[in-house]
């Protein structure tokens, strides 16, 4: 299947605000044979006819073949057609036409449309006939028709009984269900409008016979990467985050251990002035042990006239009487111990009597 580049590329440009958001394209006859060939499963050779605002698709399925054609007759002409004869506005003809099945006036307006919808016959039998000079055995009784174009009283049975066919609008699903929180009400009052639609969602979901897509792959890589933008961008917040946090716990950290530092300059230099109030106090001692040593000293050998009186009266003879006698603590050698101690072994105490 072939496609115009341009006709890609200016649907592209008009579609460049959501770029992001395109996923697929797809052609519109493509996609409705998707959803006919899911859901509707004809089980014998049928044409499908979708009347649309600007052209009208024309599908032919026949078994496990196809073939597509835009026919050049469409819902505009409708209108324009409404606007010519009433000389009205664009608007207020498609005002009309749609509203045309509760208007008193809908005999009149389908009239006025039979001139373009014989046009459309024309189209129809004339691409019919191509597809039948391909496939000889081809035989079709069915046409299904689709667009709200045909909401018109009287347009079934126009093109039944100008093409010879059974024509019916397609009115209901078959292997699609509708979700609980659809309106089901609204869904099937405009299900001549969704073929196109499910055919690119039964595509969307893998489910299609088709799986074609137009979009360019530039376009689909340039998507791929603005998807990724948005994980990139939040993995480099995280990654600054991260180091952000880092360099906050390793600024704490060196706060701490700069302060451990002073504390421990300040405690290092109260241990230092401890210790030197201590080897001061330690000097200042030892500085007076030897008078405390001596006044320590007094009274340690009080056992020692114990020892000696006994042995000093028994060594005086009988009939000799001891009245008194004096004692001093000298230390041979010592200023004044006289020539009494030069026996006495130096620095010992010694005793004079």
Do not use: C
């Not at 073949?65 to 606007?83: E, S, Y």
């Not at 691409?127 to 079709?140: E, M, N, T």
């Not at 042990?289 to 340690?300: D, K, R, S, V």
């Amino acid at each position: 299947f072939a496609i115009k580049k341009d006709i890609i590329e200016d649907f592209l440009t008009n579609l460049q605000p959501i770029k992001f958001n395109l996923y697929g394209i797809q052609i519109s006859l493509l996609a409705l044979y998707n959803f006919f060939s899911f859901d509707q499963r004809p089980e014998r050779s049928t044409v499908v006819v979708d009347v649309g605002a600007e052209n009208t698709s024309l599908l032919v399925i026949d078994r496990e073949r196809f073939w597509i054609r835009n026919l050049p007759v469409a819902g505009n002409d409708l209108t324009k057609a409404i606007q010519n004869k009433f000389n009205v506005s664009f608007e207020e003809a498609e005002h009309v036409k749609r509203k045309a099945a509760q208007s008193k006036h809908a005999k009149q307006v389908f009239e006025v449309l039979q001139t373009v919808l014989r046009d459309l016959v024309s189209e129809i039998q004339r691409s019919i006939g191509y597809y039948k000079s391909l496939a000889k055995d081809v035989k079709f009784e069915d046409l299904v028709v689709m667009g709200n174009a045909f909401k018109l009283p009287g347009m079934e049975k126009f093109l039944a009984d100008n093409l010879q066919y059974k024509v019916k609008a397609l009115s209901e699903l078959r292997n699609t269900t509708l979700a609980d929180s659809l309106d089901a009400d609204a869904f099937n009052e405009n299900i001549l409008t969704f073929g196109i639609a499910l055919g690119l969602g039964v595509q969307g979901l893998g489910l299609s016979h088709i799986t074609i897509d137009v979009l360019p792959s530039s376009y689909a890589q340039e998507r791929e990467i603005g998807k990724k933008k948005p994980i990139a961008i939040a993995t480099a917040a995280l990654l600054f985050l991260a180091l952000g946090l880092r360099y906050s716990f390793e600024g704490r950290q060196n706060r701490q251990l700069k302060q451990f530092e002073t504390e421990g300059v300040d405690v290092l230099d109260k241990v230092k002035k401890l210790e030197g109030e201590y080897q001061a106090a330690k000097n200042s001692v030892g500085q007076n042990m030897g008078p405390l040593n001596q006044i320590a000293g007094i009274g340690t050998r009080r056992d020692f006239w114990i020892a000696v009186l006994p042995r000093l009266g028994s060594a005086i003879p009988k009939g000799v009487y001891l009245s008194s006698f004096s004692s001093r603590y000298e230390t041979p050698g010592a200023p004044g111990a006289g020539a009494f101690f030069a026996g006495a072994k130096p620095g010992q105490p010694a005793l004079i009597m």
